[in-house]
């Protein structure tokens, strides 16, 4: 399995999202050291609260004010903490019911080890010193010995100065890809500026990118074989919208094609022709990056169409 190809990648973005009426004074609530829930129709306070009942899915707005101490419903050790996690030391992932509500919040417990940590104990919140109106606002929870708080909350306007009304969590999955035995060899053939498909032994379709199966007969495929370079756009769209970190100007034509030998469409920036006058049965080659293993663009050849009918099973 030497052949294999994997590298690590990191697929990382910020993602924006509006609260909407209950998050807002949930996350709100927080920056002010307050902690809310909803009332549902049947009376159960849930906690973090949430805009419908999911059980009637009718609309919740009986906001209630429930104690910072609370109970551990379970828990799971963490012994190595990863970037960006609540605490940079080993915790306990835990969900924890707090006084006067309904449900369990997802959150995090500071303590020494795994034998400090049970189900049923009881629990207080630690405030982060800096609140801005995020989950984080609850820098952890931490083991409590004092009294519990009230079990019946308390009614709350939900109203506060300032409210927050949108938060951007950052996402981030960083792990290593392994691409597979098929698309490992498509990779390095790339290395060389070669494209290669491997052809399925029962529909003798070559698919390139191969996957290494035949998707519509669902047997492996292995005999490799080489496509390209030139082929055929059989459709395609006209970009009008800046992406950001693309240094290309808009309009530009993004299509597919169809390499010749290929029996899938593959799809790339088509250049060196007026983004109006690209068109189905066009004929491009690829012009490669430069120190890359990419094709950056393709571009017209100068032959005469391609017959609707030698790709219309590829559109
Ligand atoms: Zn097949």
């Known amino acids: 399995m030497s052949d294999v190809l994997s590298a690590p990648l990191v697929v990382e973005f910020p993602f924006t999202r509006s609260l909407g009426p209950v998050q807002s004074a949930f996350l709100t609530g927080l920056r002010e050291r307050t902690v809310l829930g909803v009332r549902t129709d049947d009376g159960t306070v849930l906690v973090p609260p949430v805009e419908y009942d999911p059980v009637t899915a009718n609309e919740l707005g009986d906001l209630v004010e429930v104690a910072p101490t609370g109970t551990v419903t ?26 006067g509500a309904g449900t369990a919040l997802l959150h995090v417990l500071d303590a020494p080890g795994p034998d400090a940590v049970r189900t049923g104990m009881r629990v207080r919140i630690r405030w982060a010193a800096t609140r801005t109106g995020a989950i984080t606002d609850i820098a952890c929870f931490e083991p409590y010995e004092g009294e519990p708080g009230p079990t019946e909350p308390a009614p709350h306007s939900g109203e506060f100065t300032d409210p927050v009304t949108g938060i951007v969590a950052p996402a981030c999955l960083d792990y290593v890809h392994t691409p597979g035995r098929a698309q490992s060899a498509y990779i390095k053939a790339l290395e060389e500026r070669r494209t290669v498909g491997e052809r399925c032994p029962a529909c ?68 060196g022709i007026p983004y109006d006058q690209v068109r189905m049965g066009l004929r491009v080659e690829p012009v490669w990056s430069e120190g890359a293993r990419h094709v950056d663009h393709y571009r017209p050849t100068g032959e005469p169409d391609a017959d609707y009918d030698t790709y219309k099973e590829l559109v």
């Open 204 to 271: 003798r379709k070559v698919y390139v990118p191969p996957r290494g199966a035949c998707p519509t007969c669902g047997v492996a495929t292995a005999e490799q074989v080489e496509v390209g370079p030139r082929g055929t756009v059989t459709t395609f769209c006209i970009v009008n919208i800046k992406a950001k970190n693309l240094d290309i100007e808009v309009p530009y034509v993004y299509a597919h094609i169809a390499l010749d030998g290929a029996d899938l469409a593959l799809h790339g920036r088509i250049a």
């Open 74 to 99: 379970t828990w799971a050790w963490n012994p190595s903490p990863r970037r960006d996690q609540p605490l940079d030391t080993p915790f306990a992932w835990v969900l924890v019911r707090l006084d």
